[in-house]
């Protein structure tokens, strides 16, 4: 009995240890990805604060009203 139990706790063993490695790779997976993650949202947030401040950010409803004004303005120019 001996003989047959030896191979089925070595089979656990190796589910066991295969099980803790999985685990300690699943961590330092989610650990490389939050860090990078991480940067790359820092970068991000520097590229829109870049775009920001090179373009003026308009309501639709305000691009809309500049049109209208531009058009207005149009229609005097040509009634001279």
């Not at 685990?23 to 829109?48: D, P, T, Y």
Request: hydrophobic share 40%; net charge negative; proline share 1%.
């Amino acid at each position: 009995m001996t003989y047959s139990i030896s191979p089925l706790i070595s089979g656990a063993a190796i589910a066991f240890k295969t099980s803790v490695w999985g685990i300690v790779a699943s961590l330092i997976f989610n650990i490389a990805e939050k860090l990078i993650e991480g940067s790359l949202i820092g970068k991000i947030r520097k590229f829109q604060f870049k775009t920001d401040r090179l373009f003026d950010r308009t309501l639709g409803e305000q691009a809309l009203l500049q049109i209208e004004g531009h058009v207005g303005e149009s229609e005097n120019c040509y009634e001279c």
